[in-house]
């Protein structure tokens, strides 16, 4: 009986030490991707102050981007995730009476289009591999917007994650970290043609965050980052997408509601696809045709 008390001790004391390696490990891979420093050089993006770069500013701020969704409407931000276990997420106040003061604007571009911060640390939880691929004149347009919107004095602290946040990040599981996932080496597109063709489609739905959510090739299921209980994207594939016609998709995306009258889910934005024109729809739906179908989930 000693012997086995003995061995439970020494089996008791090895599992606190394990314990304790494996929370070092999780402490110390969290930090390290949090803190790790990008060297992504300044690009000078022309920014002007027109009434018509302006509007198309808001327009692909709010209709396209969808900034918005994360930061509030009045952009003075908002907790988007506020968790006893995985942590505090937090969406910054970039109006001129937040951290939009801090920044020039070729240091707003970078960390839209880049995710790095001023200080060379990744933003959190910011969709840049979908705004690595804003043109020069579509990001100088949300820079010219931002520095038009009223300053908001909102201070709603810093994201902060905790344990099972951190395990997560430290396994891979939970891409927080933005600027890990952006190819800093692609070149900058001057200018797109505003137009219904294949390509223009392309951009809208990577700016847009379609390829975001609903993966590379658009074929839904889970997505990544997101808790289990989160309901899966849609394949938006023709494999997905055949029994409705483009009128109906259009109406889906303008109304939130299918054509039986049932709801989407409250995770799809159709609140700012709504606001999409009609040229905008139109390639968007000719680019969502012309993707190779795939199975859902085929991501």
């Not at 012997?3 to 606190?16: D, E, K």
Request: proline residues 7%; contains cysteine.
């Amino acid at each position: 009986m000693k012997r086995f008390m003995r061995w439970l001790a020494y089996a008791a004391g090895l599992l606190v030490v394990l314990l304790g390696a494996a929370a070092g490990f999780v402490y110390s891979a969290s930090n390290s991707k949090a803190n790790q420093l990008y060297d992504v050089p300044l690009q000078h993006v022309t920014v002007t102050n027109d009434s018509a770069t302006v509007a198309r500013g808001q327009h692909m701020t709010i209709a396209i981007g969808k900034c918005v969704e994360c930061h509030g409407d009045d952009l003075g931000g908002t907790v988007m995730i506020d968790d006893p276990g995985l942590g505090v997420a937090v969406a910054p106040n970039i109006t001129s009476g937040g951290r939009l003061a801090e920044y020039s604007d070729d240091e707003l571009v970078r960390v839209i289009r880049h995710g790095v911060k001023r200080d060379g640390r990744s933003a959190f939880i910011m969709p840049s591999d979908d705004y690595q691929y804003f043109t020069d004149a579509d990001v100088g347009a949300v820079v010219a917007y931002l520095r038009s919107v009223p300053a908001v004095t909102r201070d709603l602290g810093v994201s902060k994650l905790r344990p099972v946040g951190r395990t997560l990040v430290a396994t891979n599981l939970l891409p927080a970290y933005s600027a890990a996932r952006v190819d800093h080496t692609r070149p900058s597109v001057p200018t797109m043609t505003e137009d219904s063709s294949l390509a223009y489609g392309e951009y809208l739905a990577n700016v847009g965050g379609c390829t975001g959510c609903h993966g590379p090739n658009l074929s839904g299921g889970p997505i990544p980052g997101m808790p289990p209980e989160a309901p899966p994207a849609s394949n938006l594939t023709p494999t997905g997408i055949a029994k409705y016609s483009d009128a109906q998709v259009e109406a889906i995306l303008r109304t939130g509601k299918r054509p039986d009258g049932s709801e989407l889910k409250k995770e799809m934005p159709w609140r700012f696809t709504a606001m999409m024109t009609p040229l905008e729809m139109q390639a968007t739906l000719r680019y969502l045709r012309s993707v190779p179908a795939k199975e859902f989930g085929a991501r």
